[in-house]
């Protein structure tokens, strides 16, 4: 009787989801088979809907492409090949493209041209925003000012550009700062405007230096907008760069753009904006991904 009953406790104790036999695995057919529930369901679950979001995200993507893709091919059949070449073409096309050399030196002007504007931008735009926003009066009268500025059509101003800059590289330069500096100072100067005071006012209370609530309150708080400044100002400036190379230029992606629509060479200048689109959205999607990181962090930092 007594072994019956001793029996009978333990498989008592072994099936109780609280008992400390059931959490480590306890002796017995129950408890072997409770300790792998335990320690392997949960985890199984956080995997299984983990990979069931990567999988839809991958759909969703998937069923974009085609999309565009059924689209493309609609309009193709509309329009025919006197504005358009078919989507397998025109990957066919860019391929071939990729592997002339001519294109190589084409890209390399419209990519050194662009690479100088990016750093003017992200330079020129931060600091400037840095300044404006923390002298409050500045940025209150200069804000509306870079905003008119930034609706304004910047193709009108293009004669000024040329006529100030000449033709060549430095007016696409100009023009790509032109288009990407004004967002980054907007967004930064609102950056700076919405730190929460209680963060100074604590860096005055524990006595930091400058460099200290520099780095340990300002920078954490600034960073994420700041990256989207500079994100919108990416797009923005390679796109100031191409239309400068429309206008006035000999060489880039933007030259043979503008080349093809005036020879009639529809496959050159679709493929050309192919692997131009492709870049942008590829860069895009990544720039995104990494700002959404950052205000996520920005969010859950303590």
Do not use: C
């Amino acid at each position: 009787m007594t072994r019956v009953a001793s029996h009978s406790g333990a498989r008592t104790t072994a099936r109780e989801p609280g008992s400390h036999e059931h959490l480590s695995g306890a002796t017995g057919a129950d408890g072997v088979h409770g300790s792998r529930i335990s320690s392997r369901s949960l985890p199984r679950t956080e995997i299984r809907g983990s990979g069931s979001a990567t999988t839809a995200r991958s759909m969703d993507w998937a069923l974009l492409v085609l999309a565009l893709l059924a689209i493309w091919q609609v309009l193709y059949a509309a329009v025919g090949d006197v504005a358009l070449t078919p989507p397998l073409a025109t990957l066919r096309n860019a391929g071939a493209l990729l592997g002339s050399p001519g294109f190589w030196r084409h890209l390399e002007a419209t990519a050194y041209a662009f690479a100088v504007s990016l750093v003017i931008t992200a330079i020129g735009g931060v600091t400037a925003g840095l300044a404006l926003g923390f002298h409050r009066f500045s940025g209150l009268v200069s804000e509306p000012i870079l905003t008119a500025v930034y609706t304004l059509p910047k193709v009108t101003l293009y004669p000024l550009v040329l006529l100030v800059f000449g033709l060549g590289i430095s007016a696409k330069i100009a023009f790509g700062i032109m288009h990407g500096i004004v967002p980054v100072i907007l967004i930064t100067m609102s950056a700076v405007r919405n730190i929460d005071p209680v963060h100074l006012k604590t860096a005055r209370a524990l006595n930091l230096t400058a460099l200290q609530t520099a780095a340990n309150v300002l920078a954490p708080a600034v960073t994420p907008e700041i990256f989207t400044g500079l994100r919108v100002g990416f797009s923005l400036t390679l796109l100031g760069v191409i239309i400068g190379e429309m206008f006035a230029s000999q060489r880039g992606l933007g030259f043979m753009i503008i080349n093809g629509m005036n020879t009639h060479d529809v496959p050159t200048m679709m493929a050309v904006i192919f692997l131009i689109v492709t870049f942008a959205v590829t860069a895009g999607t990544l720039l995104l991904a990494a700002d959404r990181r950052l205000h996520r962090g920005a969010r859950e930092a303590p």
